[in-house]
């Protein structure tokens, strides 16, 4: 099995801003924890990133990790979800069925990794066609080693459920 990973920046990841940087992100950094757990992450699945992050911080990031694969990203509109307790839930969901109809979608799961996860989210995923692992870090510690864990035993069982 092998899952889009829908990672979110802010409150999961928490870079830090280098002293004396400008607000624009630019040399933004993560922890070397939270690097090495996105770099774990990165090889369970394709990552992609779902976040309000500007692109600099975005790209940031992207230089400091330096993945094999580089991770796509989901654009995310701004809030025409005012019914949706979840904010990207709408987006999240427009650019799956847009990569599904442009044959670009090559996972057979759904992982995201988000800090504002709500009970709409939850509903969503019941009714998807795939299966869908939902992780909400606490904002404070945001990404760990649990949730890693969390993702790899949701990779084993379906990858076992399926194989049968």
Do not use: C
Request: proline share 5%; charged share 25%; aromatic share 4%.
């Amino acid at each position: 099995m092998k899952p889009i990973i829908l990672l979110d920046i802010n409150g999961v990841l928490n870079p830090k801003l280098q002293q004396g940087d400008k607000p624009d992100g630019n040399n933004a950094q993560l922890s070397d924890l939270k690097a090495a757990l996105v770099h774990r992450l990165s090889t369970k699945g394709r990552l992609a990133w779902v976040s309000t992050s500007n692109e600099d911080l975005v790209d940031s990031l992207e230089r400091q990790l330096q993945l094999e694969v580089k991770p796509l990203r989901v654009e995310i509109t701004e809030p025409d979800d005012e019914d949706r307790h979840t904010p990207k839930l709408g987006s999240v969901s427009r650019w799956l069925n847009t990569m599904e109809a442009e044959g670009n979608a090559d996972w057979d799961a759904i992982v995201w990794i988000d800090d504002a996860l709500e009970a709409d989210v939850h509903d969503w995923a019941h009714q998807y066609h795939q299966p869908v692992l939902l992780e909400k870090p606490g904002p404070e510690e945001g990404l760990t080693e649990a949730h890693v864990v969390a993702v790899q035993v949701f990779i084993t069982n379906h990858g076992r459920s399926h194989a049968r």
